[in-house]
């Protein structure tokens, strides 16, 4: 008798699956954003774009962050003082080092992937050339000054991923403990 019983899902059936309502998700968020137009000459934004490489556009980004993260990590009322200041000088410490050596390294491979990408020819040296693509006769055109940007960026991407640990932690680390010494010595300066 027990045994003829059926054991009955008291959940309703979901349609269409956790994808379709990540679309539907999706789609409701897109909708939510409002349409834009510009209007007037909006030649500055295509002349910015092609003008400020992505060494230019990771000083951009630090300089925004040093404004706004530390006063983030400063005002943080869940953690106690100490933990605080300690946060607010790793922040800053991050923040300069990896602004800093991304930079660096960006500027670095842009300029080494346009010295590596001349023109090929007779009295061009094979290394000079090794970037280069095929049927390049002319090194002034627009699409190709953005080639050489956006390889060193791929170049120098790859080349990150190893200055992450050996150069950014290190850097970081040092910096960390100089600023919570300063903070240290001011402390104990206004108390003796």
Known sequence: MASNMK????????????????????QRAMNAVPDMELSGNTNWINKAGEKISSAEQRLILGASALMSQPFIDAHNRNVDEKTRKVSVARTIAKII??????????????????????????????????????????????AFMQYRNAMGTVVALLVMMFTNFLIDAPLTKFLTNALIKKQEDAKGGNNG
């Not at 054991?7 to 999706?26: D, M, N």
């Not at 842009?110 to 049927?135: E, L, Y």
């Open 7 to 26: 054991i009955q899902s008291s959940s309703p059936s979901f349609q269409g699956g956790i994808s379709s309502a990540l679309r539907s998700a999706k």
């Open 97 to 142: 080092a990896g602004t800093a050596t991304g930079f660096a390294i960006r500027k670095g491979c842009i300029k080494a992937i346009k010295a590596m990408s001349q023109p090929r020819g007779a009295n061009v040296p094979k290394w000079k050339s090794f970037f280069t693509p095929k049927d390049i006769t002319k090194t002034n055109t627009d």
